[in-house]
């Protein structure tokens, strides 16, 4: 099947894929105004439930006046599509732009259920959460059927929708609920959850006080990257840190975090380590950072000005172990400063994603001896061996 772009770089009337009735029973104008398409009406039509109420009608009398108003010669080349038509698209567009993640299952509000059909699993444009970034996230590992510390980012979601002003539609119970069953019918027994509470759709004001129906989504899907434990390479972000009460929530503003990424691939580095207002050692875009100091402490940036990480938080706990085997004298949560950092005998980036990963180079600075340190490479077997037999307080079984 074509794609989508090939449809559109032809003039419609060079292009005989493109059917010119905008829908059976219409007889207005055929082509639908760029000004209208832009706004992407198509995907409002979810909150009512079908398709195929999707009729865009037209006076007859719009082209010409469009023309006459632009004094422009216009060629009106974007299709105008029935609600059928337009899910084959987004069928067509999936098939065609397969990435290294398999989308397996999606729970919406908006359509209260799950589906597992990658073209329907998408959210409406007026969602406060596309237009205003006004929305929070989370997400869980599944791991050999288990989903890995469910509750503690759970609580963590619940903690950022209160500080957002976002209400969840559901109690607790619920949302776990529908994680679970989420999980469940993807058939995903290694992979991630991603899940997002809105404040939902309703109109494109920048006050929500229009949008009365909050939403949540889920999304399952599977990573065919390969996962490393390879030491990397990090600099130091020139791109500004959140303020604190942006930086303890989880939100879906991340252009910060995006562009500290970029910052970082740019300079061929695998991630940019923001410092704090006062100096100190802040985290990194999506993951926290740990260091082991000469002394052998494992010494980590304390969380009122950053994400307070569930795999950090899990490290804390994890690495009493090493102390009582005598691989480290102790664990300590305080400001780092950057010389402190930088002379540490081993650094670590913490998340969910990269579970404990070494990092060898800050800016020019060679951490250690640069090579993978052996506490780091001892937190991350712990935190597999929790991931794969940990206590049910940090695994919940997905009933298949
Ligand atoms: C800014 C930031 N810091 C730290 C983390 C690490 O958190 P976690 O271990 O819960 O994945 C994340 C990951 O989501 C993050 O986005």
């Keep these: ?52 109420n999707m009729r865009i009608k037209f006076r007859s009398s719009f082209k010409n006046e469009a023309l006459v108003d632009s004094g422009i010669n216009q060629t009106f080349d974007v299709p105008l599509l029935t609600s059928s038509e337009a899910i084959e698209r987004l069928k067509s567009h999936r098939e065609n732009h397969k990435g290294k993640q398999q ?32 929305a929070v996230f989370d ?16 609580n963590r979601i619940l903690r950022s929708a209160a500080m957002a ?12 609920r529908i994680l679970i069953q989420t999980a469940s019918a993807s058939k995903c027994r290694n992979g991630s959850l991603k899940y997002w509470l809105s404040v939902g759709p309703g109109d494109f004001q920048l006050s929500p006080s229009g949008c009365n129906q909050p939403t949540f989504y889920a999304v399952v899907y599977q990573d065919q990257s390969p996962s490393s434990s390879k030491g990397i390479k990090v600099i130091t972000s020139s791109i500004p840190i959140k303020p604190p009460q942006f930086a303890t929530t989880k939100s879906v503003n991340y252009l910060p975090n995006v562009l500290s990424k970029m910052e970082a691939e740019e300079k061929g580095a695998f991630a940019a380590i923001w410092l704090d207002n006062e ?98 490479q ?23």
């Excluded at 002003?165 to 776990?176: A, G, L, M, S």
């Design 1 to 52: 099947m074509a794609s989508l772009s090939i449809y559109l770089i032809k003039p419609i009337s060079q292009n005989p894929k493109i059917p010119l009735r905008a829908s059976d029973d219409s007889h207005n104008s055929k082509m639908i105004p760029p000004t209208i398409s832009s706004l992407g009406f198509g995907f409002r039509f979810f909150q009512h439930g079908s398709f195929e």
């Design 103 to 134: 989308f397996l299952a999606m729970y919406s509000s908006i359509f209260g259920g799950i589906t597992t059909d990658p073209a329907a699993m998408v959210i409406p444009i007026d969602d406060h959460m596309v237009h205003r970034g006004h």
């Design 139 to 154: 997400t869980a590992a599944i791991m050999d059927g288990y989903l890995y510390e469910l509750d503690q980012h759970l």
């Design 165 to 176: 002003k976002i209400n969840p539609p559901f109690d607790r119970e619920t949302i776990r």
């Design 279 to 376: 100096g100190f050692i802040a985290e990194g875009p999506n993951m926290n950072v740990a260091f082991v100091t000469r002394e052998k402490e494992l010494l980590m940036p304390h969380f009122d000005k950053i994400l307070s990480g569930c795999t950090a938080n899990r490290v804390l706990v994890l690495a009493e172990q090493l102390v009582s085997e005598g691989k480290l004298q102790g664990v300590r949560v305080g400001n780092v400063t950057v010389e402190e950092g930088k002379k540490a005998s081993e650094m670590m980036l913490l998340g969910s994603g990269i579970l404990a990963l070494p990092v060898l180079q800050w800016d020019d600075q060679v951490i250690g001896d640069g090579r993978e340190g052996s506490v780091t």
């Design 378 to 400: 001892a937190l991350l077997n712990l935190i597999i061996e929790d991931m794969k037999s940990g206590p049910p307080l940090v695994r919940v079984p997905i009933p298949y």
